[in-house]
């Protein structure tokens, strides 16, 4: 069965305040990996794909990076705009399963 | 952009009342789903589709149905709404086959069910 854990549950960082968001999976046939973020109230916005391991992807402060067992979403000198939860999806065969997600209060 | 609409922003049925649910998308998309979001649960998969009239149970399919009758629009039913059944409730789309394509999602609907 496929599994995906996000740590932590919730982030509160400063303003500037560098930091990881972790997500480790376990999935057979890896097809790709993906990560959103979400506002309160609203639904999910991609953000990244990742389809191997080793790969980096960035946009503005995040950037992700994926090995076999994990995948971090770092957040550098982050912004109180950057506040929401990052979810992480990885795709098998056929499935997609969602992490429950890591909550990130930044504070100015 | 994709856009996925979704009819109602918040809703309010009484228990045992047929419910339903609207999603549209404008980016001629193969794919729809339909996920619930609970608190400490995450999203969880209800049905989605691949093409018109086409429809594939997810995970937690029971008490739920769907429609597909254009490309366009899937719609969730809830034939007898239960209290169980109140929570956030997801549409989304994808351009083709395949579970590993970025979905885009509408922007929610939540259920209240008395």
């Known amino acids: 069965e496929d599994q995906v854990t996000q740590s932590p549950e919730a982030l509160r960082l400063q303003e500037g305040e560098s930091s990881s968001l972790n997500c480790s999976y376990t999935?057979?046939?890896?097809?790709?990996l993906f990560w959103y973020r979400q506002d309160p109230g609203k639904g999910p916005e991609f953000l990244f794909t990742l389809y191997s391991a080793g790969e980096e992807k960035e946009k503005e402060r995040l950037k992700a990076t994926l090995t076999k067992k994990e995948s971090f979403l770092h957040i550098t000198a982050p912004k109180p705009e950057d506040s929401a939860t990052y979810l992480c999806a990885p795709s098998g065969y056929s499935t997609l399963t969602f992490g429950k997600g890591t909550m990130l209060l930044v504070s100015p | 952009d994709v856009k996925v609409t979704q009819s109602s922003r918040y809703l309010v049925k009484r228990t045992g009342e047929k419910v339903f649910l609207e999603c549209v998308q404008d980016?001629?998309?193969?794919?729809m789903f339909w996920y619930r979001q609970d608190p400490g649960l995450g999203l969880r998969l209800i049905y989605f589709s691949y093409d018109v009239k086409m429809k594939e149970k997810g995970d937690i399919p029971e008490g739920y149905s769907v429609s597909r009758e254009k490309k366009e629009r899937f719609s969730l039913i809830l034939e007898s709404a239960s209290t169980n059944q109140t929570s956030m409730y997801l549409c989304?789309?994808?351009?083709?086959?395949?579970?590993?394509?970025?979905?885009?999602f509408g922007s929610g609907t939540q259920l209240s069910v008395l």
């Open positions: 980016m001629d998309h193969e794919n």
């Open positions: 989304a789309s994808s351009l083709g086959q395949g579970t590993y394509e970025k979905l885009f």
């Open positions: 999935v057979s046939g890896l097809r790709g």
